[in-house]
């Protein structure tokens, strides 16, 4: 049987028929049918049983291959972003939460990478190791949102003593104010993943977390790293001051502290037939007249022993001070010596 592309043949071992649209094999052609199917078949078990139809058409012309349609899909819509006013200011921070808080010294954590701000973030998360750095974390962060970075272990701690973030701020399809770049390097305080009350409540998670800010108001953190050189230029420094003859400047001497005790047991020999108000004036009369003694002694300090008690004394010696002595200066005295009981008052 003599079958060419383009034939049309009908099988003769089941119903059906097609074109022949290629050959399988040296035993095989490969038939579209009516519904658009191709089906492989033997050879010998076909017949054609027209004229060529990719060559001919009825008219005796070669057939014009069908006209395609092509469908163009169309173009995807940017996303709109949501801005707000405080967004245009960078505010970038990293948190991690445990996962079992409820199981602290077995539970992993989470690490996640938190843009409030109305700018695109491409960043680059890292933690030191020896002499080098090791990236964990990099991408794309869309703005006012936050992503899942990693998850680590206790046995991971170590390595996140030292990290670094950098990243760029950009906007897409808009103008927008730029940006410096920003790289940040910070030491994590690792003790705190085995406190639970260090895990605090924040405005980006449900769950208490610990958040390590990395810019503020667009201000980079910034910590205070002592090199090498000034470590050794401020130990120079300190034996070129020793070689210098100090000058001894004598400071005058501070007059004694003055106490006094105005419980009534040490001011008065008996209260009888006295009652409360005749006892406290009392004491803000002998108040008044240490005061009026020590007028003209200027930095004397007096320390008036008034007791816990219900407090009535030291409020009405605080408010003869605010108003009858506003130019002396008072605070309470040494709570070591003297307890919650004492107020000291200093001469100006």
Not at 193 to 219: G, M, S, T, W
Not at 289 to 307: D, P, R, S, T, W
Not at 315 to 332: C, G, R, S, V, W
């Given at each position: 049987m003599n079958v060419k592309i383009g034939d049309k043949v009908r099988f003769l071992n089941s119903v059906g028929g097609g074109i022949v649209r290629r050959f399988k094999g040296n035993d095989q052609v490969i038939v579209e049918d009516e519904d658009g199917f191709d089906i492989p078949v033997l050879?010998?078990?076909?017949?054609?049983?027209?004229?060529?139809?990719?060559?001919?058409?009825?008219?005796?012309?070669?057939?014009?291959?069908?006209p395609q349609v092509q469908v163009t899909a169309p173009a995807p819509q940017p996303e709109k972003v949501e801005e707000t006013a405080e967004g245009e200011r960078l505010n970038v921070f990293l948190a991690y939460l445990p996962i079992d808080p409820k199981s602290m010294q077995q539970t992993r954590y989470e690490a996640y990478f938190v843009n409030e701000s109305n700018y695109f973030l491409f960043y680059n998360y890292m933690s030191r190791q020896n002499n080098s750095w090791m990236s964990r974390s990099q991408g794309l962060i869309e703005p006012n949102t936050k992503i899942f970075m990693e998850e680590f272990g206790k046995e991971d701690l170590n390595?996140?003593?030292?990290?670094?973030?950098?990243?760029?701020?950009?906007?897409?399809?808009?103008?927008?104010?730029?940006?410096?770049?920003?790289?940040?390097?910070?030491?994590?305080?690792?003790?705190?993943?085995?406190?639970?009350?260090?895990?605090?409540?924040?405005?980006?998670?449900?769950?208490?977390?610990?958040?390590?800010?990395?810019?503020?108001?667009?201000?980079p953190e910034r910590q205070m790293l002592i090199s090498a050189a000034a470590i050794q230029e401020a130990m120079q420094q300190k034996v070129r001051e020793e070689k210098v003859t100090p000058t001894v400047v004598k400071k005058k001497a501070e007059a004694p502290i003055i106490e006094v005790d105005l419980h009534t047991e040490q001011i008065l020999d008996?209260?009888?037939?006295?009652?409360?108000?005749?006892?406290?004036?009392?004491?803000?009369?002998?108040?008044?007249?240490?005061?009026?003694?020590?007028?003209?002694?200027?930095?004397?300090?007096?320390?008036?022993?008034?007791?816990?008690?219900?407090?009535?004394?030291?409020?009405?010696?605080?408010?003869?001070?605010?108003?009858?002595?506003?130019?002396?200066?008072?605070?309470?005295?040494?709570f070591r010596e003297y307890g919650f009981g004492a107020t000291m008052v200093t001469i100006k």
């Open positions: 050879i010998r078990e076909c017949v054609v049983v027209g004229d060529n139809m990719m060559t001919r058409s009825s008219a005796g012309r070669p057939s014009a291959p069908a390595e996140l003593e030292r990290i670094c973030v950098q990243f760029i701020a950009f906007k897409k399809d808009k103008p927008y104010a730029m940006k410096n770049s920003v790289s940040v390097e910070l030491r994590l305080d690792t003790v705190k993943f085995y406190k639970l009350h260090c895990f605090l409540d924040n405005d980006y998670f449900d769950e208490p977390a610990i958040l390590a800010p990395i810019v503020r108001q667009d201000i008996t209260t009888a037939g006295m009652d409360s108000t005749a006892i406290l004036n009392y004491q803000l009369d002998k108040f008044h007249e240490v005061l009026k003694e020590y007028a003209g002694v200027k930095g004397q300090k007096i320390v008036f022993i008034h007791g816990k008690g219900e407090g009535v004394l030291r409020k009405a010696i605080e408010n003869e001070l605010k108003t009858k002595y506003k130019q002396y200066f008072y605070q309470d005295a040494s």
